[in-house]
């Protein structure tokens, strides 16, 4: 529901700030900005290079991936080769943008082999201007704060004696997919700040606030667990009828 909530206030243009314990590692920027890192340490990994191509860094369009993707000869399987291919298409405005982005990749790739993970991110938004973006669109602060929170997290990983892209990318993996170790997005709330707040029920103890709203109120409560023979819950233990 917090989804349709962000999209519904945003095209009305209310300023609106969700309270959620998760969805950080899939707001825009972070993804972006993990994937890059990916192919940087392996360029032919597609799907996060299809994110790049697409992000606001080099601005693919999907007609232009597409034409990418149908032209390519022998056994040219994976896209970055597509891309490479098209480097040699002299004088297309496609062209120019393949190799602009192959020379930025490369760039990347060699400063990896002796720059830390944190340096390399730091490198990337200040060289592409991704953080004046990532500042123009709804949330801007927050989606601000979400990249400093990642380069918190890469100079963590560097303080606990580890380095290079590789690891790094299988910490977060690790994290996420084993651990779990996802979080709500950065906050920059202020306590008066001029906006929408969401909270769950269980968040919003304690606190007031002059206009209070329920919502998702207009169906009952969803009462198939009370019809089972036996409850099973992970701090009460188990009950039955």
């Known amino acids: ?47 996060p290079l299809y994110r790049v191509l697409s992000s606001p860094i080099f601005g693919f369009s999907d007609e232009e991936l597409a034409i990418i993707k149908a032209k390519s000869s022998g056994d040219c399987l994976c896209f970055y080769d597509r891309v490479l291919e098209f480097c040699d298409e ?14 930025s990749l490369r760039s990347y790739r060699a400063l990896s082999f002796y ?17 004046h973006f990532v500042l123009s669109m709804p949330n801007g602060d927050q989606r601000a704060r979400n990249i400093d929170l990642l380069l918190d997290k890469a100079q963590a990983f560097e303080k606990n ?40 029920i269980h968040k919003s103890k304690g606190l007031e606030f002059p206009i209070c709203i329920v919502a998702d109120t207009d169906h009952g409560f969803n009462t198939m667990d009370t019809k089972e023979a036996f409850l099973m ?6 009950a039955c009828k």
């Open 1 to 47: 529901m917090s989804e349709d909530l962000s999209r519904a206030f945003s095209e009305e243009g209310i300023p609106l700030y969700v309270t959620t314990s998760k969805g950080y590692y899939d707001s825009p920027e972070v993804i972006t900005l993990l994937s890059f890192l990916k192919i940087i340490e392996n360029p032919r990994a597609d799907l």
């Open 90 to 103: 002299e004088g297309s405005e496609l062209e120019k943008k393949c190799d602009s982005f192959v020379d």
């Open 115 to 131: 720059e830390s993970v944190s340096n390399i991110i730091a490198r990337i938004i200040e060289d592409t201007g991704f953080l």
């Open 161 to 200: 004696g580890d380095s290079g892209l590789f690891r790094f990318i299988e910490y977060i993996n690790l994290a996420v997919n084993e651990f779990g170790d996802d979080m709500g997005p950065a906050s920059v709330i202020d306590e008066d700040a001029n906006m929408v707040k969401v909270y769950t």
């Open 233 to 238: 819950d992970s701090k009460y233990g188990l």
